[in-house]
């Protein structure tokens, strides 16, 4: 059941990347990000007043939100951070880069968290598991050469550096996931680190965007902000079920969501026609022969 919601997991965030790239065409990113946090706010606001002020109404079904001190808060504060941060860097570098550079670069993501799960847990990778590492480096490099192709130099690319820091700090994520899903309610933590995302882009919007708006690119309304949130969040909503579930492995389900990437791929190819191919074809299969090899080492 967990690894089938794994699978549905990661069509929805296959769907996510392709609705924030459009999103984000000639468009202003810090706007477009906090009205992506402003609708998950208020997809989950109601779930959380209404286990709060009408006892017995979702108690029991996957919508329960159960009340919880600071001791609990303070650790859904930092997943918030996290999350925020990786968005951050992500949205600039999905503004200025093809999908089909974010995709397989946001695909290695399994690959840190495994290596973050030796650093942090102590945990030892066998020969599948080095395999698959090999092959994301691999995967990499190869990557940068098509990137070449499109004057996209992968060394002195901010984007492209943005892009592996939203992928790093997403991998934290997933790391800091395995230990919120071992102790805190999983619905607690969806829908309150949404609500805590809000009042931190806030910040930045007033802050970052506002005092420069009429120098930057101009913020303009697409229906494809408010697919980001509601694909986003339900992508998250049954990704963190199938964790909460028994006999659910975080390195799976990680890699699984992975596989988004044949969905951004393709639409990518599709929708955006972008360039290279073939080339960045061959890439992307090294990352996904490299998500088989630690399926494999992780069984």
């Given at each position: 059941m967990w690894l089938l919601l794994a699978f549905l997991s990661a069509a929805l965030l296959g769907f996510y990347d392709v609705f924030k790239k459009e999103s984000l065409r000639d468009n202003a990113v810090i706007p477009v990000l906090f009205l992506n946090t402003l609708f998950s706010t208020l997809l989950f606001l109601p779930f959380i007043v209404v286990s709060a002020r009408v006892p017995g109404v979702l108690e029991g079904t996957l919508f329960y939100v159960p009340q919880a001190g600071w001791d609990v808060h303070r650790f859904i504060v930092l997943k918030s951070a996290l999350v925020l941060s990786s968005w951050v860097f992500g949205y600039f570098g999905m503004k200025h880069l093809p999908l089909t550079i974010v995709?397989?670069?946001?695909?290695?993501?399994?690959?840190?968290?495994?290596?973050?799960?030796?650093a942090v847990f102590g945990e030892r990778l066998n020969l599948w598991q080095w395999a698959g590492v090999a092959l994301a480096v691999a995967s990499f490099f190869l990557l940068s050469r098509s990137g070449r192709k499109e004057g996209i130099d992968f060394a002195h690319n901010r984007w492209v550096v943005f892009v592996v820091l939203a992928a790093l700090l997403g991998a934290a994520s997933g790391l800091y996931d395995k230990y919120l899903?071992?102790?805190?309610?999983?619905?607690?933590?969806?829908?309150?680190?949404?609500?805590?995302?809000?009042?931190?882009?806030?910040?930045?919007?007033?802050?970052?965007?506002?005092?420069?708006r009429r120098r930057t690119t101009p913020f303009r309304w697409d229906w494809c902000i408010l697919l980001i949130s509601l694909f986003l969040s339900a992508a998250d909503f049954v990704y963190f079920y199938a964790l909460s579930l028994e006999g659910s492995m975080i390195s799976i389900v990680s890699m699984v969501r992975r596989g988004s990437v044949v969905v951004s791929f393709l639409c990518g190819a599709l929708l955006f026609r972008e360039k290279n191919l073939k080339s960045k074809a061959v890439d992307l299969l090294l990352v996904l022969i490299g998500m088989i090899c630690l399926y494999l080492g992780s069984k």
């Amino acid at each position: 059941m967990w690894l089938l919601l794994a699978f549905l997991s990661a069509a929805l965030l296959g769907f996510y990347d392709v609705f924030k790239k459009e999103s984000l065409r000639d468009n202003a990113v810090i706007p477009v990000l906090f009205l992506n946090t402003l609708f998950s706010t208020l997809l989950f606001l109601p779930f959380i007043v209404v286990s709060a002020r009408v006892p017995g109404v979702l108690e029991g079904t996957l919508f329960y939100v159960p009340q919880a001190g600071w001791d609990v808060h303070r650790f859904i504060v930092l997943k918030s951070a996290l999350v925020l941060s990786s968005w951050v860097f992500g949205y600039f570098g999905m503004k200025h880069l093809p999908l089909t550079i974010v995709g397989p670069i946001n695909a290695t993501r399994p690959v840190m968290v495994l290596v973050g799960a030796m650093a942090v847990f102590g945990e030892r990778l066998n020969l599948w598991q080095w395999a698959g590492v090999a092959l994301a480096v691999a995967s990499f490099f190869l990557l940068s050469r098509s990137g070449r192709k499109e004057g996209i130099d992968f060394a002195h690319n901010r984007w492209v550096v943005f892009v592996v820091l939203a992928a790093l700090l997403g991998a934290a994520s997933g790391l800091y996931d395995k230990y919120l899903m071992g102790r805190f309610d999983r619905m607690a933590v969806q829908a309150w680190y949404n609500v805590y995302q809000l009042p931190m882009m806030g910040a930045a919007l007033l802050a970052l965007w506002l005092p420069s708006r009429r120098r930057t690119t101009p913020f303009r309304w697409d229906w494809c902000i408010l697919l980001i949130s509601l694909f986003l969040s339900a992508a998250d909503f049954v990704y963190f079920y199938a964790l909460s579930l028994e006999g659910s492995m975080i390195s799976i389900v990680s890699m699984v969501r992975r596989g988004s990437v044949v969905v951004s791929f393709l639409c990518g190819a599709l929708l955006f026609r972008e360039k290279n191919l073939k080339s960045k074809a061959v890439d992307l299969l090294l990352v996904l022969i490299g998500m088989i090899c630690l399926y494999l080492g992780s069984k």
